[in-house]
């Protein structure tokens, strides 16, 4: 079978990851286009993609025929300009979340796509291509330690760069566990109420976390989410989900435990890139076997809206306080 020649859209921290990924851990397929408007920055990124050739935007790539497949790694704000080409361009597509950064823009996105007539979009929620979230979901569903009535989550950053703001705390990192809930649920979130611990001192000027989130289900499942994006001693997204007969746990961190001078220690993760690696590699690579397929293997753009519109009122409820419903338009009957 001839080789996915994919084009990567961004090459950031994010993209330049995907494209060393793609070239050295994932089968079928290899990076035939960088598009990036930084010359700069698409030639750092090619030194891991010899192969490829530098476009400054997505229109001049899908000219030159030079992709069968598009990966999206830009910022959320630019994913709807690079997304509607690729899709009257027929190009299968995997994009980063969000989908976009808005519910309307979500809609318009899915719209193209029913319009199109074919699924062509898989959204990067890469914790469902997790080991820990894909034993707990199928635990879950066995019913084994009986009824689900609840998760703890957290989800926490040893810190964020100044630039960071109070509503990323909702649609740019607790969109991750919006989408992992009605995962292990297979229910969708209906309301969120926001609740604010002691401001951390250590927090950027002006950010005021961490945050307790509560996301209610349709099925009754509550999910607590502590947010915390500043707690310096590592990266670290746990779950706990408590049944009618015992607890489930994921996420502890693997490694050697070190007893020494009167103190255990274990190390931690101190970002993403390194504890999700491996749910990142398993969903490039199931997407890349999925589009050979003619298909796609993961969350929709249909999973996608429905994320942008928890986090619309995510970001409601943190600036209210009080709690907000979750409003979603009808499903269209593309993706049943």
């Known amino acids: 079978m001839t080789e996915l020649r994919i084009a990567v859209v961004g090459t950031g921290l994010m993209g330049a990851d995907h494209v060393i990924r793609i070239g050295k851990r994932i089968v079928g397929a290899h990076v035939s286009a960088i598009v990036e408007p930084d010359e700069s920055r698409a030639k750092s990124a090619m030194e891991n993609a010899p192969e490829a050739t530098w476009y400054p935007d997505i229109e001049t790539a899908i000219e030159a025929k030079s992709m069968d497949a598009v990966l999206i790694a830009t910022p959320g704000q630019f994913h709807e300009p690079v997304l509607l080409p690729a899709l009257h361009a027929g190009l299968p597509i995997l994009c980063e979340k969000p989908l976009a950064p808005d519910e309307e823009s979500s809609l318009r996105i899915v719209d193209a796509e029913v319009s199109g007539g074919k699924q062509l979009i898989q959204v990067g929620f890469m914790r469902r291509f997790d080991q820990g979230y894909m034993d707990l979901r199928e635990h879950i569903a066995s019913e084994a330690s009986g009824e689900l009535l609840g998760l ?185």
């Open 152 to 336: 703890h989550c957290a989800h926490r950053n040893p810190e964020v760069p100044d630039s960071y703001h109070n509503d990323m705390l909702i649609f740019d990192s607790v969109v991750h566990e919006i989408d992992v809930v009605r995962f292990l649920t297979d229910s969708p979130v209906t309301t969120v109420e926001v609740k604010h611990m002691k401001r951390n001192s250590l927090s950027p000027t002006g950010l005021n976390e961490p945050i307790l989130v509560l996301l209610g289900t349709e099925s009754g499942v509550l999910a607590t989410v502590e947010m915390n994006v500043s707690v310096q001693f590592g990266y670290q997204v746990k779950t706990e989900a408590v049944f009618q007969r015992g607890i489930a746990e994921i996420g502890r961190t693997s490694g050697m435990s070190r007893f020494f001078d009167g103190a255990i220690s274990t190390p931690e993760h101190m970002s993403f890139k390194t504890r999700f690696a491996a749910a990142y590699d398993n969903q490039i690579q199931r997407w890349v076997n999925a589009v050979q397929r003619g298909t796609i293997d993961g969350p929709s753009a249909w999973d996608g809206y429905l994320a942008a519109a928890a986090v619309k009122s995510g970001v409601a409820a943190l600036h209210s306080g009080s709690v907000e419903v979750v409003k979603y338009a009808n499903k269209p009957s593309f993706y049943n």
